[in-house]
Every structure is written in C-alpha cells, then in structure tokens.
C-alpha cells in the first residue's frame, strides 16, 4: 500500500534553532515529492518539489534532500523564526494511473517559542 | 492563495441536510481537486476534475458528488450530509496532471451536528 510517514508527529525548538523533519514512504513507482507548510486556518504552500533525480533543493531557510533509494526525505529548518510555526507536509507523487493521486503525510506539527 | 476562493468558509448543518461547497478559480487551471482533512489522516483526495464536465472519483468519495460547469467552478455537495463528514475540506488547482504543482485554496470547515 502507498504510504507516507512523517516523524516526529510535533516538534517544538527555540528561536533562532535548526530542526529537521523527517518523511519515509512507500509509492512506488515514484514521480516526485514535494514538502507543503500549512499555518494554522489556511490551505498548504508549496516549499520545494523534487524528482527522483534530484536530491536536495532550497527555498531561503528551507532545504530538503531527497534519497530515492532509500525512499526517505528530509526538510531542513535554518535558523528558525517565529513565523515558521505551522504545519509542515511531506507528499509524494505517483507515475502512470495514480499521477493524479497524490499521497499525503499526515504532517509535523512545529511551533517556534522565543 | 493563488487567486482560488471557496465558500462558504464555515458551515454548521445538521444531519441529512444537502450541503454544497464553492471552489471558486482566476487561474483558467484545467485540473481541480476536492480534498478533506482530518486530524491524525493527510489530506485525501475526494474527486477531481481533469477538464469542463469530465470529472472522476478519489480515495473517500463516497457520500460526495461533485459538478464542474464551468472552467473556474468546481462544486462538492453532500447529498445527506452525516456527522462522519465533519472536517476541514480544501480545493486544488494545477496546470496540468497530478504530478505538476497544486495550489490550494483556504479552506471550508464544515462541521454536521
């Protein structure tokens, strides 16, 4: 079964800290992954997407990196602000029938205290 | 949120009631999600559009039907809408197929008493 699992499930760091998050899945085959953040009360923004040949990509303070071998991804947090607490989401894309199905984590929960 | 509206933004209803959600669009997108969201679950896919009436089912679509007249409209409605349909539901927009960027719109919370 397509699966994507994120841990830890919540995180809470100090300002100014780093913090990774982490996703492991299970779609097979793979079209690419892309890691959303959600605030509180609105819909997801995309951070970064990745294909299967790319293994890390930033945005500002966002970095993830990708190893499709091992189908395991992370997102990396640099110096972290207040404004970064919020929901982040990792989700994969399938190839063929299921491309238009994409597979959702269930999220890491961050919050961001001074 | 990339020019995609939905409406309305809260709802409370009873049980049975029929109930339809807006998604609402200014990006001339052919591709339109309806996704819902709860707590401990991703976000899953209910239907989608690939095109002006060409629509097609996802993962939790029973109990929902779904219309696409226009371009810019996509419409949800809950025939009988029943406590188990409580939740927190978005739409989503893309240029082209399911691999290709999502943008999501704000949100419809929608609570059945």
């Known amino acids: 079964k397509n699966q994507v699992e994120q841990s830890p499930q919540s995180l809470i760091i100090l300002e100014g800290k780093n913090c990774t998050l982490q996703?492991?899945?299970?779609?097979?085959?793979?079209?690419?992954l892309r890691w959303y953040k959600q605030d509180t009360g609105r819909g997801p923004v995309s951070l970064t997407i990745?294909?299967?040949?790319?293994n890390t990509k930033s945005n500002g303070r966002y970095t993830a990196t990708l190893d499709a071998d091992t189908k395991q991804s992370s997102l990396h947090i640099t110096a972290s602000q207040l404004s970064d607490s919020a929901s982040y989401i990792c989700?994969?894309?399938?190839?063929?029938?299921?491309?238009?199905?994409?597979?959702f984590g269930s999220g890491t929960r961050l919050l961001v205290r001074p | 949120d990339a020019g995609i509206t939905q409406s309305p933004r809260h709802k409370v209803t009873e049980t049975g009631t029929p109930v339809t959600l807006r998604c609402h669009q200014t990006?001339?997108?052919?591709?339109m999600y309806w996704y819902r969201q709860d707590p401990g679950h991703g976000l899953r896919l209910i239907h989608y559009?690939?095109?002006?009436?060409?629509?097609d089912k996802g993962e939790v679509s029973d109990g929902y039907s779904v219309s696409r007249s226009k371009t810019e409209d996509f419409l949800l409605t809950l025939e009988s809408a029943t406590s188990s349909q409580t939740s927190v539901y978005f739409c989503?927009?893309?240029?082209?197929?399911?691999?290709?960027?999502?943008?999501f719109g704000p949100g419809t919370r929608l609570t059945v008493t």
């Open positions: 996703c492991n899945y299970t779609v097979s085959p793979f079209s690419n």
């Open positions: 559009s690939y095109g002006v009436k060409d629509t």
């Open positions: 990006e001339n997108h052919r591709y």
């Open positions: 990745m294909t299967f040949s790319e």
């Open positions: 989700v994969v894309s399938g190839v063929g029938d299921s491309s238009y199905k994409l597979i």
């Open positions: 989503a927009i893309s240029k082209l197929a399911g691999g290709d960027e999502q943008y």
